[in-house]
């Protein structure tokens, strides 16, 4: 490439131009990366936002408010909870854009059936809490490092990544698209733990430290389970592509189980039994008995 030094503006004005059409250009070749239908598209700030608020409503006293000022309690949650009501619909009626049964609804449709479900996640909200309550007791009474509820409810990147994917999951049953997913992505990015909204998670879950655990969209968890860093519950293979949609792919952990660092349990067949111990660094493909003891030793 040649390098020259000019100084002549209308020939920098027609090079920029130059690049500005050949980038503008390459959007009209159809593909999905092309489309610039930008305000079809929920926002990943505001979408951020509804969830930092959700958690707020859940432990309405841990986060302070830096918006909203009032000297009454029920006050001040009464307004973030209408804050999140109104953008969350506005955000739900966006994403309906992505779903077939929308598809040519008109806007007015759009905002009813967003209306709706907004008002059935928020009804959810006291189910939520009280399965967060339990995840925060399972958390304190396992790790005898946590020195008080509050240490874990503001610092613990395990229940953060819970009590997220717990507000993700009502919206995925309620069929919600995109948002649920984009939620627990935000946990993702935030604690280094990755739980598909799909999941389902039974009550007093606790992830101890947390980093590297992954948690796919069919897996089934039951109660009491402790899960520590680097644990996979995955699929066997996704080879299949989307022809795997909708398809169980994803292992069932029974009530009681605990799964040490770096356990991999994959297949949608696969069911750990109630009470198993996972070792570290373990590699499950196949179903484990009630009450067995799973470890890798080194020979």
Do not use: W
Not at 3 to 25: Q, R
Not at 102 to 116: N, S, V
Not at 212 to 227: A, D, L, Q, W
Not at 255 to 263: K, L
């Amino acid at each position: 490439m040649d390098f020259k030094n000019t100084n002549n503006s209308i020939e920098l004005k027609d090079e920029i131009k130059d690049i500005v059409d050949l980038i503008l250009s390459d959007y009209e070749k159809g593909r999905d990366v092309d489309q610039m239908d930008v305000y079809n598209q929920p926002d990943r700030d505001a979408v951020k936002d509804i969830v930092i608020k959700l958690i707020r409503i859940i432990y309405p006293g841990y986060y302070r408010d830096k918006v909203y000022k009032s000297y009454n309690d029920n006050n001040r949650i009464a307004v973030v909870i209408e804050d999140v009501i109104y953008n969350l619909q506005k955000q739900i009626a966006i994403a309906f854009h992505h779903s077939p049964e929308y598809k040519d609804a008109q806007d007015e449709t759009l905002d009813c059936g967003a209306r709706c479900i907004t008002h059935e996640f928020f009804k959810q909200i006291p189910k939520i809490r009280e399965y967060v309550d339990t995840d925060l007791q399972a958390c304190y009474d396992g790790d005898p490092a946590a020195y008080s509820k509050g240490e874990i409810i503001l610092s613990y990147p395990g229940l953060t990544a819970t009590t997220i994917n717990r507000i993700a999951h009502e919206l995925y049953l309620l069929k919600v698209p995109l948002i649920p997913r984009m939620m627990t992505e935000y946990a993702h990015s935030k604690t280094g733990i990755d739980i598909h909204p799909g999941a389902t998670i039974g009550k007093y879950f606790m992830i101890d430290h947390g980093t590297g655990i992954v948690v796919g969209e069919t897996s089934v968890i039951g109660e009491h389970v402790k899960m520590y860093q680097g644990v996979t519950i995955g699929g066997l293979s996704t080879r299949g592509g989307q022809s795997l949609k909708g398809v169980k792919r994803h292992p069932t952990i029974e009530d009681n189980v605990t799964i040490y660092s770096g356990a991999s349990i994959l297949g949608g067949e696969t069911v750990i039994g109630e009470g198993a111990v996972i070792g570290a660094n373990a590699f499950i493909t196949a179903s484990v008995p009630a009450g067995s003891r799973v470890s890798m030793k080194n020979q």
